[in-house]
């Protein structure tokens, strides 16, 4: 048997491949597959619990999760960010020191990392690698984790690690809440439109984006979904760059500045082709377009077309 250290390696080599295949939403029935040990499989979660050791493990955790319910609420066992250099993240009910709360203990005494599932959506994850359980305050319910820079399969599994600076963490730590905010936007937002373009109908998801109303930066912390439309990713561009408008109608626009390129084909069945109609709404109109909004970015399409002309 290997000791846990090297088979938390293995699960980092494992999520590597996840992210590299999925981005920051993974989808859990892909982390349930695991990965063979041996001969054996070698489980990375289990739904059922947040923090988890596979059988193949003496003592450490292999990786904590957070949840999302159907309803885009938290479940029991969750972190809440803190605004400095690390994550609360809450115990499981019960002995602090006992169920599966003695594996972060392991891991802290031993200074094992783990791997951090944070929900995005309903069955949805960004993997976060490698974290560490800096503190556990059990008068308060919770443990503190911090995050580093992350380690590369190429290390081999004897590798001592080091608890990041808080200087560091605290730049990893907000770099993922970025990440995890889009990457939670995104999912919502294509969700919202069924996986499909509100243009196209493209329905392939790889190649849609959740194209924002308003700038990111001006919306602040709170986004909704009707703030975001799904977009292909030409389109997307296109609207960006106010080349497309869509009216508060819902209708969309073509620039002049496009509409010179009609001789070409791909211009035409891509983009001109759609002038005039209007994009393919989601079915609950609370995750419709803010009609405030894309009357606000319809103005900057039109100011942007008159100045080209």
Not at 41 to 50: I, M, T
Not at 60 to 68: E, F, P, R, V
């Given at each position: 048997m290997a000791s846990d250290l090297a088979l938390v390696h293995l699960g980092f080599k494992q999520v590597e491949k996840l992210s590299l295949q999925y981005g920051d939403s993974i989808p859990h029935q892909a982390i349930s597959e695991g990965f063979f040990f041996n001969g054996?499989?070698?489980?990375?979660?289990?739904?059922?619990?947040?923090?988890?050791?596979?059988?193949?493990?003496f003592e450490?955790?292999?990786?904590?999760?957070?949840?999302?319910q159907r309803d885009g609420t938290e479940g029991i066992y969750n972190d809440h960010h803190d605004s400095g250099d690390h994550y609360k993240y809450a115990l499981q009910r019960g002995d602090p020191y006992g169920v599966n709360n003695k594996y972060l203990w392991a891991s802290m005494n031993t200074g094992t990392p783990v791997i951090y599932f944070q929900a995005i959506a309903p069955g949805r994850y960004t993997a976060i690698w490698p974290c560490f359980v800096k503190e556990i305050l059990p008068e308060k319910g919770y443990a503190l984790i911090v995050e580093s820079n992350k380690v590369t399969s190429s290390m081999l599994p004897g590798h001592k690690h080091q608890l990041p600076t808080e200087i560091e963490s605290r730049y990893c730590v907000r770099e993922t809440k970025v990440r995890m905010h889009q990457a939670s936007f995104r999912q919502n937002v294509l969700d919202a439109y069924s996986g499909k373009c509100a243009i196209t109908g493209l329905p392939n998801k790889s190649l849609l984006e959740a194209a924002h109303i308003i700038p990111d930066l001006e919306l602040g912390k709170t986004q909704y979904v009707s703030d975001g439309i799904a977009l292909s990713r030409i389109h997307h561009r296109a609207y960006d760059l106010n080349l497309l408008g869509i009216s508060p109608d819902s209708q969309i626009y073509i620039s002049d500045e496009l509409k010179q390129g009609k001789d070409n084909k791909f211009m035409r069945d891509a983009l001109l082709e759609f002038e005039g109609r209007n994009i393919v709404l989601p079915r609950s109109a609370s995750n419709r377009p803010d009609r405030d909004k894309l009357a606000a970015r319809f103005e900057v399409f039109l100011d942007n077309c008159k100045g080209s002309l």
């Open positions: 054996e499989k070698v489980l990375l979660d289990n739904r059922a619990v947040g923090i988890f050791k596979p059988r193949q493990m450490c955790a292999m990786s904590i999760k957070t949840t999302m």
